[in-house]
């Protein structure tokens, strides 16, 4: 097999095991504390990473370095992924998912706003307008058919955790350190796991681990496995042998293999709204996306997306 079919089999690999990590994580929430599942999986994930790079030499971090990891990891893993995960208790992963996508869209209002460091242009405009519409559309459907708060505190606890991703980025992308960048990912983990464990325990909001069912514990295995292991590394050898714009495409698939995927194995409602929502909401991210390539955007789009 040529480089160029592998690169395209590891494009594959990420967009489809990415999607799926949504799914997995609202299996798994359905059996136990959402808090509680993320924190195990940061702390496996976490570990790995560290392991591995101190094993290849890497020196534990100073505590000028730890001053840095600790607001970074609640920033990033606590407050994205842990309350993603919680939210993802009352809506469906697929719009999860898609929420999650809107993550460029939020990093180009606040650079502009916040930072002056973008110009929204006729492109960047329509691209903005159509991923909210999406968004707004299948927000509007679904809160006709579904009655109660939940459904509501899903989605704002969803928007918020995209909103904290989306600093993070720009906070990354703009305060360089001397640090490996994948090997600060697994310090924020592993911080971020301890947290989140430390709140569940103070809480009471936790089940022993023997009581943790045969599914949370594959949801958890399948997301630091293959999200966090398998799918990375085809993720840096797919941007290592395909341009730019190709590798990127996974970004637009993840919440389409969400939608499709929690259809099947979760019985999520797949209606005409959601369909056309998600289109009109990825169009718009791509529209942005594009838009800003000939501009100075000082934020490279941190993309490990497999739920954040």
């Not at 600790?70 to 999860?96: K, W």
Request: with cysteine.
């Amino acid at each position: 097999m040529s480089t160029q079919k592998k690169a395209y089999l590891a494009l594959t690999v990420t967009s489809i095991v990415w999607g799926t990590t949504w799914v997995a994580s609202k299996m798994g929430v359905k059996y136990m504390p959402a808090f509680e599942l993320a924190s195990i999986r940061q702390f496996l994930g976490g570990s790995i990473y560290v392991v591995f790079f101190l094993s290849r030499g890497q020196k534990f971090p100073s505590s000028k370095q730890f001053l840095w990891l600790f607001p970074m990891s609640f920033l990033m893993f606590v407050s994205a992924n842990g309350i993603a995960t919680y939210g993802l208790q009352f809506i469906t992963s697929g719009l999860a998912a898609l929420i999650a996508a809107l993550y460029p869209i939020a990093v180009v209002l606040i650079e502009r706003f916040y930072f002056k460091a973008i110009k929204i242009k006729g492109p960047t405009l329509i691209g903005l307008f159509l991923g909210l519409l999406g968004i707004g559309f299948i927000f509007y459907k679904d809160s006709i058919q579904i009655q109660g708060p939940h459904y509501l505190l899903g989605v704002g606890l969803s928007l918020f955790a995209m909103i904290c991703w989306s600093i993070g980025s720009i906070l990354i992308a703009r305060n360089k350190t001397d640090m490996n960048a994948y090997y600060s990912i697994g310090w924020q983990m592993l911080i971020s796991a301890i947290g989140m464990g430390v709140f569940s325990l103070l809480t009471g909001n936790y089940i022993p681990l023997h009581q943790i069912p045969f599914v949370s514990w594959g949801a958890i295995l399948y997301m630091v496995i293959g999200g966090s292991l398998f799918a990375f590394i085809s993720f840096i050898y797919s941007m290592k042998h395909l341009q730019p714009a190709i590798a990127s495409l996974y970004a637009y698939i993840n919440p389409i293999v969400a939608i499709w995927v929690g259809s099947i194995l979760l019985k999520e409602q797949m209606s005409w709204n959601s369909i056309v929502g998600t289109i009109c909401t990825l169009i718009g991210v791509y529209l942005v996306n594009w838009s800003l390539k000939n501009q100075k955007n000082p934020v490279e789009a941190i993309s490990d997306a497999d739920g954040m």
